[in-house]
């Protein structure tokens, strides 16, 4: 089969590789029709270079047919619709009957000691094969696959693999009220939809804050309000002045570690991916290099003991907080991975009820053949070409 395969910074290819075959009982085989790239893969495309090995194939947002079962699946046949969450869990555990799906017990990585396995995702989530590719295999498919309806184009449900669970979460974890207010930073795919949900929830003051005009303009038009981060703007007294000059009830962070404008984070960011891979590794392990500056920000806008959400991937260990700050201002902090199958009940009848609330079928700027993946990850990074959403379509 085709797919897109890891070779270093920058530089993914379309190869040609082994189909997929059932391994244990509990797997699926789909036909991927559609596979989202997410502000996720670019973190493997820039940073995260040192946990990946060359041939690895990445994606895990993706929807299909299913081929095949292994004889412990039930819950799918070969030939239904279904999407795949990015985290791979297996419902029974402790922490999958928690809701806390990401951290399954059944695939945690205790080797790296991390939670649980994420398709095409690196050696500390399991190094399992992704699904930017014409073939997927399924682990824990009795419990992952999610059965969706015929009839609507595939941008209605691709996202329940991530995009919408994981901006539900977000929403979920800034404690908002309706009637309340909130800011997200970042307005990638993430963060446009976080406002998206929190609108759709009632919440009154929806604040969206992003440097690149077509993602800042994309979330206005939804009914948001929104800012552009400029270093001479005092964003802080504008985002005040607009909340009753207190400060949102909520911010979400949806940038993450790769944020724009952090001059020492930049610097980690460069020397680990200059340094041989099992160093650099290590550097990461032990070190600091997120580019703090969208947290900070959060933690800086946030009214005194409001809530800051943060949705975006963080990879150092020893990055500085204001601690001082967090404390004085009494701050909740909540974070992770999303845990999928926890919202997809809350979230199906605004995809199968009437109209389109989050507006998911017009989400995607960008419908692909998979052997354009290369040029839509350069877009994508670059942020060109209007290039918010990309579904490949093997
Ligand atoms: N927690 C999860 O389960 C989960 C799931 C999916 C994605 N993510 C993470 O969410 C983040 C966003 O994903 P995405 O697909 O929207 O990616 P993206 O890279 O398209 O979006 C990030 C946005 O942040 C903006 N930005 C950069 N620096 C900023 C700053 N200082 N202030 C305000 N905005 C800034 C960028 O211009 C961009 O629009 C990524 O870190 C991704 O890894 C997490
Ligand atoms: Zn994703
Ligand atoms: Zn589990």
């Known amino acids: 089969m085709r797919a897109v395969t890891w070779h270093g910074k920058r530089d993914v290819r379309v190869d040609t590789v082994p189909d997929p075959s059932l391994k244990e009982p509990t797997d699926a085989i789909i036909r991927v029709t559609s596979s989202g790239i997410c502000g996720s893969d ?17 994606g895990h947002e993706p929807m299909g047919i299913v081929e095949e ?19 791979i869990s297996c419902g029974h555990c402790f922490m999958c009957k928690e809701g806390l799906q990401s951290q399954c017990e059944t695939t945690q990585n205790r080797e790296f000691d991390k939670g649980g396995s994420l398709f095409g995702y690196t050696r500390l989530y399991g190094e399992v094969p992704g699904a930017q590719a014409e073939y997927l295999r399924v682990p824990q498919a009795q419990f992952g696959a999610i059965k969706v309806p015929e009839g609507p184009p595939d941008d209605r449900f691709v996202y329940l693999s991530d995009v919408l669970p994981t901006a539900w979460q977000a929403v979920e974890y800034s404690g908002v009220q309706p009637g309340g207010s ?81 001059p020492i984070g930049k610097l980690a960011h460069q020397m680990t991916s200059l340094l041989p891979d099992s160093l650099a590794a290590k550097l990461m392990d032990r ?30 260990m020893t990055d500085p907080l204001p601690m001082m700050t967090l404390f004085d201002k009494q701050i909740t902090l909540r974070m992770g991975q999303a845990n999928v199958k926890r919202w997809v009940d809350d979230i199906m009848p605004l995809l199968t009820g009437a109209g389109d609330p989050l507006g998911v079928d017009a989400f995607a700027t960008h419908h692909m053949g998979l052997e354009q993946a290369p040029a839509a990850y350069d877009a994508f990074q670059r942020k060109a070409n209007g290039t918010v959403k990309v579904l490949l379509h093997p």
């Open 42 to 58: 670019l973190h493997l495309y820039e940073v995260l270079g040192p946990y990946l090995d060359v041939g690895d194939i990445l």
């Open 182 to 262: 909130l800011v997200v930073l970042g307005l990638g795919p993430i963060g446009d939809m976080c406002a998206r949900v929190a609108l759709q929830r009632g919440v009154d003051k929806v604040i969206g804050i992003d440097v690149v005009p077509e993602r800042i303009e994309r979330t206005r038009h939804f009914g948001a309000t929104t800012l552009a981060l400029d270093d001479d703007d005092d964003i802080t007294e504008t985002v005040r002045d607009i909340t009753g000059g207190r400060g949102p009830d909520a911010v979400i962070d949806a940038v993450g570690m790769e944020a724009h404008g952090a």
């Open 287 to 316: 070190a600091g290099v997120d580019r703090l500056s969208a947290l900070h920000l959060a933690i800086e806008l946030v009214r005194r003991g409001g809530t800051v959400s943060i949705i975006g991937v963080y990879g150092g």
């Open 69 to 87: 079962v292994g004889s412990g699946v039930t819950s799918v046949a070969a030939g239904d619709r279904v999407v795949i969450p990015f985290n």
